[in-house]
């Protein structure tokens, strides 16, 4: 039988609670970050330079970037967060339900997934600059 102090029983407690939650706590979305967010990650697939593959034909970036501004133009009511942003307009054909795809340096994924990633670290970025850590010195 393993026996585990009360001390390091609770601090293995706190860990695993830490682990669970602090991210979930992290990247919960607010609807009053959304069009800040959304305007970012139209900003950062304009200035990506990936190829964008949408309905069987392939679009620069700043094709692609102008066609999800126009899809939020027509559907804000649709996306009162970033998440639902890339779920609800970039991610899928709203007239074929195909999947969006991108590719980046040879590497083609779903372009919700790419999405996805650059909010977390935008988020996570944005985290870091408001608790004042720059980098510096690091």
């Excluded at 559907?75 to 980046?104: N, Q």
């Excluded at 977390?120 to 408001?130: E, I, Q």
Aim: proline share 4%.
């Amino acid at each position: 039988m393993i026996t585990i102090s009360p001390s390091r029983w609770w601090a293995l407690v706190a860990t695993v609670w830490i682990g669970l939650f602090l991210p979930a706590a992290i990247s919960h979305a607010d609807p009053a970050q959304a069009p800040k967010e959304i305007e970012h990650l139209l900003e950062f697939v304009a200035n990506s330079g990936c190829t964008f593959h949408r309905n069987g034909s392939d679009h620069d970036s700043v094709d692609a970037a102008d066609h999800m501004r126009l899809k939020y133009s027509r559907g804000k009511r649709y996306a009162d967060t970033a998440e639902h942003f890339i779920d609800r307009l970039a991610s899928k054909s709203s007239w074929t339900g195909k999947p969006y795809m991108v590719t980046c340096s040879n590497q083609t994924e779903p372009s919700g997934e790419w999405l996805n990633r650059e909010l977390n670290h935008y988020r996570a970025a944005s985290v870091s600059s408001a608790s004042g850590e720059t980098g510096a010195g690091t």
